[in-house]
């Protein structure tokens, strides 16, 4: 899968339908992690998603169609993690969990910023595991995403990142308060904390320069 032609297309149509069937599965107080990783499987929830995908999204639906076949290929591609396990996906530079209740484009805001956490990637996806897991509880920040296996031309290595976001900078009790419940989880060693307003201005690491807002 991963060494096919890369079609920006088809992976907007792929991460679409993924979006889509989370959503179904949450609307029914379910996830899809959780259906791939422990069952039982959702057949019948991923088919009636992609009817309406096909209808909404026509185009979209032809070009992941020509790509990968029919929506059975589809919904096994689903089924060994390819959209919901980091080193298994291919067709998404991120997989995105958001808390319960955020708005789908907190993320964007320029008042949120998030912790950032490199892996080697035989390390990342136990990690992501443990971080979307107590980002489902409410217990981290407002959303969390990890890289892929996807090749990304911005990489400058091949680690992987886990970001870990809160709603506001401004807030350092509750930054901290996130920090914190990442010691808990395991992730000990000294972190680094970016707002949304310096990943906006494409402001980077760089020698001399302090892009982190905050580091604990």
């Known amino acids: 899968m991963g060494d096919m032609v890369p079609d920006p297309l088809t992976d907007v ?4 339908l993924i ?9 029914d107080g379910d996830s899809l992690f959780t259906r791939v990783e ?8 991923f088919h009636e998603t992609y009817t309406a995908f096909r209808r909404d999204y026509p185009d979209l639906c032809e070009a ?5 076949g029919g929506p059975d290929a589809i919904y096994t591609m689903i089924l060994d993690g390819e959209g919901v396990v980091p080193s298994r996906t291919t067709q998404m530079y991120w997989v995105v969990q958001d808390a319960p209740d955020t708005r789908p484009d907190a993320i964007e805001d320029e008042l949120a910023g998030k912790w950032l956490i490199f892996l080697p990637p035989d390390e990342v996806d136990k990690a992501w595991c443990r971080v979307r897991d107590a980002t489902c509880e409410g217990l981290l920040g407002i959303s969390a995403k990890v890289s892929t296996a996807k090749k990304n031309p911005e990489a400058r290595d091949t680690w992987k990142v886990i970001y870990v976001y809160t709603p506001d900078w401004r807030d350092e009790e509750d930054v901290m308060r996130a920090r914190e419940h990442l010691r808990a989880l395991g ?11 310096e990943t ?5 690491s760089e020698k001399g320069k302090r892009v982190t807002f905050y580091s604990a």
Do not use: D
């Not at 992941?64 to 990968?68: E, G, H, Q, Y």
């Not at 992730?187 to 307003?197: A, D, P």
């Not at 906006?200 to 980077?204: A, K, M, N, V």
């Open 19 to 27: 979006h889509l069937i989370s959503g179904r599965l949450r609307a």
């Open 200 to 204: 906006f201005r494409g402001e980077y």
């Open 64 to 68: 992941l169609v020509k790509r990968f």
């Open 13 to 16: 149509a792929y991460g679409l």
């Open 38 to 45: 422990r069952g039982p499987q959702f057949l019948t929830e």
């Open 187 to 197: 992730f000990t060693y000294r972190i680094g904390y970016k707002r949304n307003i």
